[in-house]
C-alpha cells in the first residue's frame, strides 16, 4: 500500500468519533502516519511501517477483545489504542538513502540504491509517553486509553516497571494491549 492507500484504508475502518475530527486526520497526514516507519531494523522498517504495525495492533486487540470479552471504557478503545499506540513515531526517525556500489550494513557485498532509517529524536521521556501526549492534543482520551499507551512496552518498561505492574492491576486491559502489540511485532513481524 501506498500513502494514499493507508489513509484511504485508515478512513473506512476508523469509528466515526475518529473520521469526523478532521483536524486530527489532517494531522496524521501532515505528520507522516502513512508513510513513517515503525523502527529502524526490526518490525515495521519501511515506509508505511507505522500504520501498517498500529493497524496490526488493533487488529490483534480486537481479536483479543472479542475472544476474551474485553471490556472498555468506550467501545471505540481498540481502536485508538492499537492506531496510536506509537503515535510518537511520526517524527522518530530519519530516512537515509545509501549510495549505489558501496558497502552498506556491515555487509561484504555491494549493494544498489538502498533506503534504511537512523533514530532522529532527541525526546527525553518514554515512547509511550510521548505518544499520549501527541494524541492528548488531538482528542480526549480516557484514563484506560492513557495507561493502555503509556505502558504498551509491558515487560519491556525499562524505567517504570513498577507502574507497569500498578497499571495492570487498575486496568487489565493494559496487559492485552501490550500483548496486541507483542502479537503484531514478534509474530507477524509488522
Known amino acids: 500500500m501506498n500513502e494514499v492507500q493507508r489513509l484511504n484504508d485508515f478512513n473506512r475502518i476508523a469509528p466515526a468519533l475518529i473520521t469526523e475530527n478532521t483536524t486530527m486526520i489532517d494531522w496524521l497526514a501532515d505528520h507522516g502516519f502513512f508513510s513513517a516507519p515503525a523502527s529502524t531494523k526490526w518490525h515495521g522498517a519501511f515506509s508505511g511501517g507505522l500504520y501498517d504495525h498500529s ?3 488493533f487488529d490483534a486487540l480486537t481479536f483479543l477483545t472479542e475472544r476474551l470479552n474485553l471490556t472498555w471504557q468506550r467501545p471505540e478503545s481498540p481502536f485508538i489504542i492499537g492506531m496510536f499506540h506509537d503515535l510518537c513515531k511520526v517524527d522518530q526517525y530519519r530516512e537515509v538513502v545509501d549510495e549505489p556500489g558501496k558497502v552498506m550494513f556491515g555487509e561484504f557485498e555491494p549493494k544498489g540504491r538502498e ?3 537512523e533514530w532522529a529524536d532527541p525526546f527525553v521521556k518514554g515512547h509511550g509517553d510521548k ?5 492528548s492534543h488531538l482528542m480526549r482520551l480516557t484514563e484506560e486509553e492513557m495507561f493502555c499507551i503509556r ?3 509491558g515487560a519491556f518498561e525499562k524505567d517504570d516497571i513498577e507502574g507497569y505492574s500498578k497499571a495492570v492491576e487498575k486496568f487489565n486491559n493494559v496487559l492485552f494491549a501490550h500483548t496486541a502489540d507483542m502479537m503484531a511485532s514478534k509474530i507477524q513481524g509488522v
Request: no cysteine; hydrophobic share 50%.
Open 131 to 135: 505518544s499520549v501526549m501527541y494524541l
Open 115 to 117: 533506503v534504511h532509517y
Open 151 to 153: 505502558y504498551h512496552m
Open 55 to 57: 493497524k496490526a495492533v
